[in-house]
């Protein structure tokens, strides 16, 4: 591969180019893979991957193009891929936007050497510790643990490095009920060398593929009108990112927003607020693909929507006056409810979770839900819920008990009154 002073030099010597960011990605893993209790795959990966986009400038116009650096490339090869293109960013313009400028440079650096093996070893330990059923156990089990050092430079000096650390476990659990068999998945992401909260995943996801075995369907009973519907996970997840994408920058640019400034989004007075690094939550970043420093903006406060984010692009475009950068990760905070005192309905999961930013329609199929009936829980599978997030998110309610996903921090459940179920 080559080096990061001969894409520079080439990047210089091409006098079609105005402009260019340069991203580089070491990727230094130990990847383990499980069937069932055994062993199959050990492995060692390091992988470097490096994107060039170069900008060429029209009038009051500016087009990109990007350009994957390989192994097998030289200063021949380069030389002729930034100049073809050069070619397709010429005849590719959009409405002009500047590059990020230079400022302070990020530099966090881990000071601490890992042994990704040993850590490796640990985390599959926590995963097997939780494996103790009769009739249920681990089909298989994929475990990559990471470390990634991300450099981005670009033609205006901005020159960034960004170290960062992520455990990855994929488990598929199988329940057997009679001669039948019923599976899960899981996918646990974190930044966090926490293997008791690993094992208590693995021994939840277990659980829940036991429910799953023995899950009845509304035939079997009837849910009181109007019950509490909680969602978590994915489904909470895409919630989330519904609103983040309706205040974006880029939303506004395109006049597709449900809400500007002011706007009341729910009686509920909760806040939801973009930020570059929260512990936990494997999505952080520092700065952002255009090299922007990112800074934390307030999306939702009180139940009103209360600013905007976004890249440096649409920014531009919108003529904000501070640039947050494109951010990824959102912390929710709201007063929580005691859910328990009342019949309610979790849902688990989604076959498909779906949400419609335009429409407002969400839902989807269910493959496993737990009825609350006021003593006890009830396993339920094979119906639908759907709603209108727009409506139904005036009265949302959220729970005390607080979560950390890939993206997101905040109550575990968001309470619904009013979907629909069938």
């Not at 591969?1 to 091409?14: G, N, P, Q, T, V």
């Not at 170069?54 to 930034?82: C, R």
């Not at 909260?197 to 849910?223: C, G, N, P, Q």
């Not at 531009?316 to 912390?331: F, H, P, T």
Request: charged share 30%; hydrophobic share 35%; with cysteine.
């Amino acid at each position: 591969m080559m080096k990061k002073s001969e894409i520079l030099a080439c990047l210089k010597a091409c006098d079609r180019i105005d402009g260019y960011e340069v991203s580089l990605i070491d990727k230094d893993s130990r990847e383990l893979f499980y069937v069932l209790d055994h062993m199959e795959i050990n492995r060692a990966v390091k992988v470097r991957k490096v994107t060039v986009k170069v900008y060429v400038n029209g009038k009051d116009s500016v087009g990109s193009s990007n350009v994957i650096v390989t192994a097998a490339d030289d200063e021949k090869t380069l030389s002729k891929k930034l100049l073809n293109a050069a070619k397709s960013a010429k005849a590719a313009q959009n409405p002009y936007f500047p590059l990020s400028e230079k400022g302070k440079d990020i530099r966090n650096v881990n000071k601490k050497k890992r042994d990704l093996n040993k850590i490796a070893t640990k985390v599959a330990k926590a995963v097997f510790k939780a494996d103790t059923h009769s009739d249920g156990w681990i089909n298989s089990t994929e475990i990559f643990v990471s470390e990634y050092k991300e450099e981005f430079l670009n033609s205006n000096g901005v020159d960034h490095v960004n170290e960062s650390f992520r455990i990855e476990v994929e488990v598929i659990p199988t329940w057997r009920n009679g001669k039948e068999e019923y599976e899960l998945y899981r996918y646990i992401r974190t930044d966090k060398e926490d293997y008791k909260k690993i094992t208590e995943e693995v021994e939840a996801i277990l659980d829940k593929a036991k429910a799953r075995s023995k899950a009845l369907t509304l035939k079997d009973v009837k849910l009181p009108e109007d019950i509490d519907i909680l969602v978590k996970e994915d489904m909470l997840e895409y919630l989330v990112e519904n609103f983040a994408d309706d205040l974006n920058y880029r939303s506004a640019f395109l006049k597709s927003q449900h809400y500007k400034k002011g706007d009341l989004i729910s009686n509920t007075p909760f806040d939801l607020t973009m930020r570059p690094v929260v512990s936990g939550c494997s999505a952080s970043s520092r700065f952002d693909s255009h090299g922007t420093v990112l800074s934390p903006v307030k999306l939702i406060k009180a139940g009103k929507a209360n600013g905007t984010f976004g890249d440096i692009q649409f920014g531009y475009y919108n003529k904000e006056k501070k640039i947050s950068g494109d951010l990824k990760v959102a912390q929710l905070d709201a007063e929580g409810v005691d859910y328990k005192k009342r019949p309610h309905l979790i849902i688990e999961y989604f076959s498909a979770p779906q949400l419609e930013s335009d429409s407002g329609y969400w839902g989807g199929e269910v493959r496993l839900a737990r009825y609350f009936d006021g003593k006890k829980y009830i396993p339920l599978t094979g119906f639908s819920i759907s709603g209108n997030i727009f409506e139904d998110i005036k009265d949302v309610r959220f729970s005390r008990k607080q979560t950390v996903s890939t993206r997101y921090k905040g109550p575990e459940y968001m309470i619904f009154k009013g979907l629909k179920i069938a």
